[in-house]
């Protein structure tokens, strides 16, 4: 025991000793806290259009001014040819193209049916299918008001409709912040443990004072939880800080146990210490240490599901998600932040992020052996 | 020159002798562009939804089976009861659910009025506004097939025509967008931390009161990585090619040039924080700490900048891998020539010209 507090005293004497990289480790993840979150938006507005009105006529006046009146969209080019209008798209400057064919008017009126051509750019597929949809439901809405203006006192034919109320529950405003604030919250803590924990045994192996702890009497777990107490706290440091963040810039305030949040960060940072302490066994050089943990927090990231979501990969894909940490830690941050999901509800996560951490841990421990 | 081929001689050395470290950068893109490529998709696929049906007659039954049918969603589970949303949307088994009222097909039938609840979990906002969309557009197929072949009068039918991407994969999206941020982090860590090893291990100052001048050191540094880099761009588009099934539109020969210039670009960059910095840890805390998630976001693959605020659009605008995810998409997808990216490159070369100017004169401070 008393051992693990020397060593303990040397590591934190080391982190407070490096002043620079501590203001950097506690500065960096809060300034993208703050402002990332802004950048990470995908509401659906400022879906630049390209119309090509070849009809000229009431209908398609009124069609057009629907259509920039509906607030999702920016109207960014207006009566060129469809060649125009595809150099807008090429240069990005254009999402969409409606071209409205040469007398749509009359003919709405004489064949009883009209086309509209809509050309989306479809290289992004949310934004193409989402501005799809917003356009079809305003030229939906248009088509009904030309029903009615040309019926007039006509009655619709009796047709069964099937109403749909729709609620959305938990963020009812749809503020994109809440679901991202926590997400990228758990990827800066993630960051921040894992990587000072793989750097911090090599840079020991490095300068060469591996050797010195390796011949004193030092036990091999001591020299392990020496190692990862100290980053453990400093993961908490991160995340507390973070949860201020959010809730004083943000206002996002946890609607579950906050106990509960913090219960599963401590388990969580066990795991990615330890994942972090096994790259460093495995590695020579900072370098190394550093490339490895890049290929792997990329992977984490981005098959995380914290900008595109588990349900839509492939199979093999979510197995291979359900091997990734990041995964349960973002989703238990938006249950409990969000929803306020309970301990039984997050219960099969915890266990799992328990069993990582301990073969993590002990693969460490482990392997930390054999290279002494 | 035969001074600076020695050098550049030595550094390789250097490279290669790493084995492991060898492995990585060249293993790494292709695992990343693979997974990514296949994995990443914007598109609904798969979602898990929960059904409540109170009423169990012919059309609830037909309106679910067509829900079954469509590839956006696959039922999770049968809900008896209200409580059982809830507890699935807690526990994360489910993300909308949808009930039926009792005696849905009769209302439907004889007053020619029914209501379907849709309940999503909009803590994901976008995915629940895209579920509830298709899950409408699921029934209003219903009800124009139960219509029959009374269609109603004066209709305007929309056309969509999907430009580049009929299939709406994830792929012609993801994969420009991982190659910048791949050669981006790649280029920018190695050098930074390259350089800055030999400053730490004292190995710098021998070099620098050799009779050569610092900028033959410099450079000389680079030139390996960007031969690594350039193989490692050729191994992405040959799988790109091969594997994802995704073709380069454009002119290859472009491309290459550019990434070219992109990748010295981030060599510089990487030079750059080398320079400022004094140890590999803060070197590598800047260079993949502070500019992973700022990559991500700021290269307009996964959100688009014009959402940004105006001050965060700036901040995006000296984000190198901004620029080269539109020339790369603009090449490799659209297939446009060099007229439609020429200010992308104007930009790029200007950023590296900034970040070269800048490194040296601190460079050379340091020496004196």
Redesign the interface.
Known sequence: MRTILFLLEKEFRQIFR?R??LA??LA??LI?LV??P?????????I?IAVIDNDHSSYSRKLISKITASGYFRLSGYNFSFKEALQL????QADLILEIPQGFERN??RE???????????????????G??Y??SV?KA??DD??LD??QQER?????????????????L???Q??MVPG?LA??VT??GG?LTA?NIV?EKEVGTIEQINVTPIRKHHFILGKLIPFWVLGNVVFTLGLLVARVLYDIIPLGSIFLLYGFIWVYLLAVLGFGLLVSTF??????A??????F???F???GGL???V????EW?KM?SRLNPVTYLI?VM??VI?????IK?IAGRLGIILLFGVLLNALAVLNYKKTS | MKQFITFIRKEFAHVLR?R??LL??FG?PV??IL??G???????????IMVMDLARDAATQQIIGKIEASRYFEIGAFASDRSDLEAA????TA?LAIVFPQGFNEQ??HL???????????????????L??Y??SV?QD??SE??GP?Q???????????????Q???A??FVPGVMA??LM?VCV?MTA??IV?EKESGTMEVLLVAPFSPLVVIVSKAVPYLLLSLVNVITILLLSVFVLELPVKGSLLLLFAESTLFIITCLTLGIFISVKTS????A???S???M???T???SG????I????VP?QM??NIVPSKWYY?IV??IM??G?GFS?IWKETLILAGITLVLLVVSLKSFKIRLS
């Open positions: 490096n620079s990289i950097l480790v960096m993840p993208q402002l990332l802004l950048a990470a938006n995908y509401e659906v507005k400022n630049n798209i090429e240069s990005d709405l009126v009883n049916r009209q086309q509209l051509f809509v050309a989306v750019n479809a290289i992004n597929g949310t934004k193409a299918n989402l799809g949809v356009l079809a030229i248009d088509n030309i029903r040309l019926m619709f034919p009796a047709q069964p409709a099937i109403g749909i109320a729709s609620s959305n529950w938990y963020n009812p749809l503020n994109y809440m679901y990228i990827i800066l960051m921040i990587f750097l840079k590695c020579d050089s900072q370098q190394q550093m490339f490895i943990m890049f290929f927090i990329m992977i990231i981005l098959m900008f595109t979501s349900d839509s990969m492939p894909a291979l989703e938006r249950m969000l929803k306020g999901s309970g509800d | 790493d492991k470290t990585i950068l790494m695992v990343q997974i990514f296949f994995a990443l998709t914007n598109e609904v696929k798969n979602a898990r949307f807690k526990k994360g993300r439907l039938q020619h009025r029914a209501q379907i609840e849709v309940i999503a979990d909009a803590s994901d906002p976008n995915y629940a506004t895209t509830t969309s899950i409408s029934v219903y009800q139960i219509a009374a109603p009068p004066y209709q305007v039918v929309p056309q969509l025509r999907f430009l580049y991407n009929p709406l994969k994830g012609p999206n941020l791949v982090l860590m931390v390259s090893r140890s590999q840890q803060v590598m805390l800047i993949l700490m502070g992973l998630l700022p991500i976001l700021f693959f996964m959100f688009p014009e959402n940004m605020p965060l901040i995006s539109n998409k603009a997808i659209k446009l439609s």
